[in-house]
């Protein structure tokens, strides 16, 4: 009896011991990742969809993807985003940030409104009457989500060594272009020690020669091609000065469009950008230490 109970009682030890040890294990683990800031280009066909995490877990959430040929569905943020969120254990998006208000950049961003607490949205505050953003203002009221109009020279600083710059649009927004919502996208770079990233929405050629005369520092070293690889954007004086070694283009498969155009890619080729796109890639995933980065796509076999 005293030897079963002793038995028993090593059993036990043997249990919580092994508890203290996981859990050692699973703190250091988390603690090597609070080190890195991940940015997920997520695979959203014809739209624009990034996620980022910081190294204190802090969360954004830059466009939602959408379908410009359905208007009223919610299918891309119920089917693609909000699934995603949930596997990576998302119940918060500090930071929800509408570039412009088109279909497929807004659409998706409805159900995360209303299905997730969300901290602030940064919106270009452009009129527009597509009914996706009109429920997403419409939510934005409901839910009294703390709201903010972006303008160049805005800073989020995030506490653990990540910032967002506002690069565009600026405080006197820009008219007459081809397409002055494409134009007045945010442009948002953020950086981490002496790693970068450049998110440009669909801003095209006319809005990044804005942004360079104002003589705002754009050097990046991971660049999302504007408006889905269209020739209208990324112009050869645009990646002279951001000097990016990797191109993320954000496009749908066979889409209409032509995106992204042969001009656009060989321009980025004559710039030496590696090229990843979430047509061919599916999502692609960077993960940024302060010095360094590294870059995985769903599509990528495990010997890669």
């Known amino acids: 009896m005293l030897t079963d109970k002793l038995r028993a009682h090593k059993e036990r030890l043997a249990i919580v011991s092994l508890a203290v040890i996981a859990a050692v294990i699973w ?29 204190s ?14 208007p009223y569905s919610d299918l891309m943020g119920m089917k693609v985003v909000t699934p995603i969120l949930r596997r990576e254990a998302v119940n918060r998006i500090d930071v929800v940030v509408l ?32 009914e996706s953003y009109r429920r997403f203002l ?25 910032r967002a710059q506002v690069l565009h649009p600026p405080p006197v927004r820009l008219s ?18 002496k790693s970068s990233v450049l998110l440009t929405g669909d801003a095209d050629a006319k809005a990044e020669g ?21 020739d209208s954007a990324a112009s050869d004086q645009w990646l002279d000065a951001v000097r990016a070694r990797l191109a993320v283009i954000s496009v749908g498969r066979s889409n209409p469009f032509g995106h992204p155009s042969r001009r656009l890619l060989d321009r980025l080729s004559a710039h030496r950008m590696d090229i990843r796109r979430t047509d061919r890639d599916g999502a692609v995933i960077v993960r940024f230490s302060p ?9 990528q076999s495990p010997k890669d």
């Open 27 to 55: 703190w250091q683990a988390l603690s090597r990742g609070e080190r890195t800031f991940s940015v997920w280009f997520l695979d959203v066909g014809q739209g624009d969809c990034i996620f980022l995490r910081t190294p």
């Open 57 to 70: 877990q802090r969360t954004i959430l830059v466009d939602g993807g959408g379908r410009s040929d359905k």
């Open 99 to 130: 570039t412009h208000p088109h279909e497929d950049h807004v659409q998706g961003l409805v159900p995360v409104l209303r299905d997730f607490y969300v901290g602030m949205v940064l919106d270009p505050g452009i009129p527009h009457g597509s």
């Open 138 to 162: 419409s939510l934005i009221e409901k839910r009294r989500i703390p709201y903010r109009r972006a303008t160049r020279g805005q800073v989020i600083d995030f506490g653990d060594g990540v």
């Open 176 to 193: 007459g272009t081809r397409d002055d919502a494409n134009n007045n996208s945010i442009v948002l770079r953020l950086t981490y020690g």
């Open 210 to 230: 804005d942004i360079l005369a104002s003589g705002i520092h754009v050097r990046s070293d991971v660049l999302k091609i504007a408006h889905h690889g269209s």
């Open 291 to 299: 010095n360094s980065f590294s870059v995985r796509t769903s599509m």
